[in-house]
T-cell receptor
């Protein structure tokens, strides 16, 4: 069965600093991976997704993620943090080998951006 | 293009009552998913509807049920409410049944059980 682990429930960075949010996955089939962002009192917004094309995936708001099969990782990065990036970020893997499609989410990482 | 919409935004019920949550998918999307985001439990898959049928359900008791209408909108019903049902309920839609298809989420319904 597929699973996702996000290391660090809270990450704090200074404005302008590099953002690195970690995600490791476990999957018995080629994974499809997603990063979503959730702002306070809102739903989830898709940042980017990996579906077995390019291993470096670019998303919205300057975020990107690199799929590394050897490390079973899909870490999210942004070169320079902005105050508006403060939110909770969820990594997810699509589970559907038996045609029962659903997303399995990590526990989330709350990003704090210090002025 | 309108996104996924959910109603109501907030819902307050007491233990033992029933709650009905509604979701309208993005136009053209036939699959609707329901997730529960409870404090301390993270995001958990509840139900998946496609083409009017329930295709999969998560590890939730039968008092969580729902349906999908011919226009692909969906309803989630929670019977015999318990305090631990308090959570944000998120609905998502996708254009087809595929692992690579993106699920687009609505703003959620915050259910509070007193």
């Amino acid at each position: 069965a597929q699973s996702v682990t996000q290391l660090g429930s809270h990450v704090s960075v200074s404005e302008g600093a590099l953002v690195l949010l970690r995600c490791n996955y476990s999957s018995s089939v080629p994974p499809y991976l997603f990063w979503y962002v959730q702002y306070p009192n809102q739903g989830l917004q898709l940042l980017l997704k990996y579906t077995s094309a390019a291993t470096l995936v670019k998303g919205i708001n300057g975020f990107e993620a690199e799929f590394k099969k050897s490390e079973t990782s899909f870490h999210l990065t942004k070169p320079s943090a902005h105050m508006s990036d403060a939110a909770e970020y969820f990594c997810a893997v699509s589970d559907g080998w038996d045609s029962s499609y659903k997303l399995i989410f990590g526990s989330g990482t709350r990003l704090l951006v210090r002025p | 293009e309108a996104g996924v919409t959910q109603s109501p935004t907030h819902l307050i019920k007491t233990r033992g009552q029933q709650a009905t949550l509604r979701c309208s998918p993005i136009s053209g999307h036939t699959s609707v998913y329901w997730y529960q985001q409870a404090l301390g439990l993270g995001l958990q898959f509840l139900l998946w509807y496609d083409e009017g049928e329930e295709r999969n359900r998560g590890n939730f008791p039968p008092r969580f049920s729902g349906r999908q209408f011919p226009n692909y909108s969906s309803e989630l019903n929670v019977n015999a409410l318990e305090l631990e049902d308090s959570a944000l309920y998120l609905c998502a839609s996708s254009s087809s049944r595929g692992r690579r298809d993106t699920q687009y989420f609505g703003p959620g319904t915050r259910l509070t059980v007193l």
